[in-house]
């Protein structure tokens, strides 16, 4: 069964930095895209950032610079620095295991979530 479990999320002022991980089990990590999408109250889960496993990357255009999505295959982690927040940056952000085709990513497995406010 396959699991993701996010964590690292919390209150931060602006302009302050997160790092969110998930770890993954289930899975042979190593032969899957990940991803992290992101839910704010009233709108639709959008892409924040993508993986593949050869390690290409691609970023929503309001995060890309600030944000930076990595992985760890030894252990099966996921992670997403971010640096710099905004309030607009608040939601709630889930970790996927997807797939792309070209360079558009689609998710397959969703976690349950973590929660960022970025608030003064």
């Known amino acids: 069964q396959v699991q993701l479990v996010e964590s690292g999320g919390g209150l931060v002022q602006p302009g302050g930095s997160l790092r969110l991980s998930c770890a993954a089990s289930?899975?042979?990590?190593?032969?899957?895209?990940m991803g992290w999408y992101r839910q704010a109250p009233g709108q639709q889960r959008e892409l924040v950032a993508g993986?593949?496993?050869?390690?290409?990357?691609n970023y929503a255009d309001s995060v890309r610079g600030r944000f930076a999505i990595s992985r760890d295959i030894a252990k099966k982690t996921l992670y997403l620095q971010m640096n710099s927040l905004k309030p607009e940056d608040t939601a709630v952000y889930y970790c996927?295991?997807?797939?792309?085709?070209?360079?558009?990513?689609?998710?397959?497995?969703w976690g349950q979530g973590t929660q960022v406010t970025v608030s003064s």
């Open positions: 993986i593949t496993t050869g390690g290409y990357t």
């Open positions: 996927t295991r997807g797939s792309y085709s070209g360079t558009d990513y689609f998710p397959g497995v």
């Open positions: 289930g899975i042979i990590f190593s032969i899957y895209a």
